[in-house]
């Protein structure tokens, strides 16, 4: 009798294993990318610069969970070049999600801080993403699409044309990693959607901000500046051609004048009066050649400041894209 309880006891016992490895196996099948991520997390040991990456741009656990899962990596130059290729030669890229790795340009630049986080934080909404079932994908797609709309700016309209010449199909998946790194405002459903993976959002936003302020500020003086220099300049061309017309008059009116002077009747009061009106008329208009010429020079000289000072802005806004373009060689330090 105790051998069957016995028996009984240890067939009960394999089943209830079996059933559990069966569970088991079953759980992990179905949750076959949460193990992948899990391996991938606990084997991953991030360096300083990244363990403070997610804290910056204000990540979650879970948000943080999908950036280590990724293996992200801060890459050099002559490394991001080979990991992320540029779809467009004049659109330089400061990051990208690669075979479920993570990687993101070294920016060596002190007044672009905060841009490596924000395009960690970027391409860690593509990991994300990538895990995200087809039904919620399609949910917040509607959201998505929802809050692009409300936001109206033509910067993301021109960016979103990008997408669409070069990753074609990624619209949404583009959409879910810009408006969750950039954009305040975006409706209550989706702010609580993306808690999922920000404890606090509005870091990463305010990153976002802080940097992109720099080239909008330049972006605007430049324009403010070009529009100035343009109307300058027209408003010069007008003046040069009404300055050599009149001039070119003014010395063959005189020389017809001088003409004259030898038939000229000095006894004859009359014409020397008639003589010397005309001379004066020419003097007058000589004067107001004169000031035109000096309010010319005066306006030249004003456009020449603009055009310096233009300029330089073009040059601080071309280092600036040239610290973000990782196809630029750094020149050797000799």
């Known amino acids: 009798m105790l051998n069957k309880k016995r028996s009984f006891l240890k067939t009960a016992i394999s089943i209830t294993v079996s059933v559990v490895l069966l569970a088991t196996a079953a759980w992990v099948l179905l949750n076959r990318q949460f193990v992948v991520d899990q391996i991938s997390v606990w084997q991953y040991t991030p360096s300083p610069q990244i363990a403070s990456i997610s804290q910056k741009a204000g990540m979650s656990d879970k948000g943080t969970f999908y950036f280590y899962a990724s293996n992200p990596a801060i890459n050099n130059a002559a490394e991001f070049n080979v990991n992320c290729q540029r779809q467009e030669a004049q659109a330089a890229i400061l990051g990208c999600y690669a075979n479920r790795s993570i990687y993101v340009y070294d920016v060596n630049n002190a007044e672009l801080s905060g841009i490596e986080e924000v395009t960690a934080a970027h391409e860690t909404l593509h990991a994300a993403w990538d895990r995200l079932s087809d039904e919620d994908k399609s949910a917040t797609g509607v959201l998505l699409e929802k809050a692009y709309a409300s936001i109206n700016d033509p910067a993301l309209t021109e960016r979103m044309d990008y997408y669409a010449r070069n990753e074609p199909g990624e619209r949404t998946n583009e959409l879910h990693s810009i408006l969750g790194t950039e954009y305040p405002n975006i409706g209550t459903e989706l702010e609580a959607y993306y808690k999922t993976y920000f404890s606090d959002r509005s870091k990463v936003v305010a990153l976002h901000t802080n940097y992109n302020s720099i080239f909008k500020d330049l972006r605007t003086q430049s324009d403010t500046l070009l529009s100035d220099i343009q109307s300058r300049k027209a408003v010069l061309d007008k003046d040069i051609a009404t300055y050599n017309t009149s001039a070119d008059s003014l010395e063959a009116d005189y020389n017809a004048l001088k003409a004259t002077e030898s038939s000229l009747d000095r ?23 004169s000031t035109l010429r000096s309010n010319i020079l005066a306006l030249q000289a004003a456009y020449n400041v603009q055009v310096t000072s233009y300029n330089k802005l073009v040059v601080v806004s071309n280092n600036l894209a040239s610290s973000l373009d990782s196809t630029l060689s750094t020149s050797p330090d000799l």
């Not at 004066?280 to 050649?289: E, T």
């Open 267 to 289: 006894t004859s009061a009359s014409q020397v009066n008639a003589y010397n009106a005309k001379l004066s008329a020419l003097r007058v208009r000589s004067n107001n050649l």
